[in-house]
């Protein structure tokens, strides 16, 4: 038995590039404003079954050498050192990390725009990190009275003022690695410019979601809307798309909200007969087909409504660090409730309390007076089944409960030690010498399989069942250090997290 795959990423990628061709068609060169992440969409991947995390990239390659790629950052979030919280990077580290990514991958990065820039020190510097790499950078400032005079920034004091980036191909992707990073201002400056030149150029956004050809309240785009439950945002019909068409659409309140200004900025650039000109809603602006790949809705619905319990999760662990607030919790608790789903649902959670409650129980196993439990949900023939761990003094709880699942999934009897001693022995004398906490994390651990693999067949059978947990769920009733979550993101675990600290049995 195996996971049901609701998703046709083949068949979304052909009517993806169908319909963003056609729309290049209509211009000299099109500026395509790429929402969510371009490298790796871990989210599009869990709500939609069979979605391909690299869907994007592949995208970009069928469109082939007319394409090239622009990093837009925000001045102020290089000032606050704003990391992405899904890789633990910085947004400037993410950048260069995409660029050399996407350059091994034969995509050309033609440049990086600093936006919003009021002569922060921070991004002087980022600047001189990417120019010592031999990428061309361009500083932008913010311009003055954005949205609010709107014949001043259809102007040359406007959308003319910042430093044109000379582009040579028809499709410019614009990418960033966040939200607030000037991605449209930039755009639609290149726009303005551009037709000054003679060239027709003209703007478009790519978003995954929300799927405008599926209801509001579907759970994939109420996935979504749980996705950015910090933010505040929401799904909501297009009225402007409504009005136009009769057609009911699904998009961001932001982006109807702002629609008002910019139709009056696409009038301002535009005449008779252009093809901008024909964009009368936000759903116009978009050129999302993701609606076309979904083959199966109801494991969709079902992935979407996991998605959201996750959410809940992590919002939680959020909250805990001070790095959410509890509104955020709230309006959680409230798109949990619209989909019928509840932290109860996560099953992976329920076991690994379980394993906690047990070690509480049996106090001689614990250590140190501290316990905490992790479980790891994986499939076989026969359907889901959990593995737990325990904290112990040879192993933290996530430790245990992922060579409990590799050695299941390897077929090795649970009483066969897989870790050569010799090799466990040497790992805690360095740590006990050290003053360090000898229970191994997963980092170790996976270390110590590794070289136990060279000369025991068990364990190299466990390191070959690794890529199995890739897509499987995780649970930890603690927060985990650095040593046990990196790994565990690296093997491509879905992990969520009670975020209590482990608990004495007093």
């Known amino acids: 038995m195996i996971k049901a795959r609701g998703f046709d990423t083949g068949r979304y990628l052909s009517a993806q590039v169908r319909r963003i061709v056609e729309r290049v068609n209509q211009y000299d060169k099109l500026y395509l404003e790429f929402g969510g992440k371009l490298r790796y969409d871990h989210h599009a991947s869990r709500v939609l079954p069979g979605f391909e995390v690299d869907a994007k990239v592949q995208m970009l390659r069928r469109l082939g050498p007319q394409t090239e790629i622009v990093h837009c950052i925000s001045a102020k979030d290089i000032e606050r050192r704003k990391v992405r919280r899904d890789f633990g ?25 600093i936006n919003r820039y009021e002569g922060e020190h921070a991004a002087d510097k980022f600047k001189q990190r990417l120019t010592n790499r031999g990428i061309r950078v361009y500083v932008h400032p913010e311009i003055e009275d954005y949205l609010t005079d709107i014949d ?110 910019m139709r009056r900025i696409i009038e301002k650039m535009t005449g008779p007969g252009d093809p901008m000109a024909g964009i009368r809603s936000p759903t116009d602006m978009g050129v999302n087909m993701a609606g076309e790949g979904i083959v199966d809705d109801e494991a969709c619905r079902e992935a979407s409504r996991e998605e959201i319990v996750r959410r809940f999760y992590q919002y939680q662990r959020e909250f805990v660090e001070g790095l959410t607030t509890y509104d955020t919790l709230e309006r959680m608790e409230s798109i949990m409730a619209r989909v019928g789903v509840t932290p109860g649902d996560r099953k992976v959670a329920l076991a ?9 129980r049996d106090p001689e196993k614990g250590y140190k007076g501290l316990y905490s439990g992790a479980a790891i949900e994986v499939w076989d023939k026969s359907g889901k089944v959990i593995l737990t761990g325990k904290r112990s003094p040879l192993l933290h709880s996530e430790s245990a409960a992922l060579l409990n699942t590799v050695k299941y999934l390897a077929g090795i009897p649970d009483e066969i030690n897989v870790l050569s001693p010799v090799i466990i022995e040497s790992i805690t004398g360095l740590k006990r010498g050290l003053g360090l906490d000898e229970s191994l994390d997963v980092k170790e651990v996976l270390d110590a399989l590794a070289v136990s693999a060279v000369f025991n067949p068990n364990a190299a059978e466990c390191l070959s069942a690794l890529p199995a947990l890739r897509g499987c769920e995780m649970h930890s009733t603690h927060l985990m250090d ?25």
């Open 482 to 506: 650095g040593g046990c979550e990196k790994p565990l993101k690296e093997l491509g675990l879905n992990i969520t997290t009670d975020a209590r600290l482990p608990i004495g049995n007093s």
């Open 89 to 113: 990077l910085t947004y400037e580290d993410q950048i260069i990390k995409d660029i050399g990514d996407l350059r091994e991958l034969g995509l050309d990065v033609s440049a990086v725009v």
């Open 152 to 261: 001043r920034v259809v102007s040359d004091e406007g959308y003319g003022r910042p430093e044109h980036v000379d582009t040579s191909r028809r499709i410019v992707v614009v990418t960033a690695p966040g939200p607030g990073s000037g991605k449209m201002s930039f755009c639609m400056s290149q726009v303005y410019q551009d037709r000054k030149q003679g060239i027709l150029s003209g703007f478009a956004k790519f978003e995954t979601f929300p799927i405008w050809n599926l209801p509001v309240e579907h759970p994939i785009n109420v996935a979504y809307e749980a996705a950015t439950a910090d933010l505040g945002d929401y799904n909501c019909l297009d009225p402007w798309h409504m009005e136009a068409y009769g057609v009911e659409a699904t998009n961001y309140n932001r982006d109807v909200e702002n629609f008002a200004i």
């Open 352 to 360: 690994a309390n379980r394993a906690l409650e047990e070690a509480v």
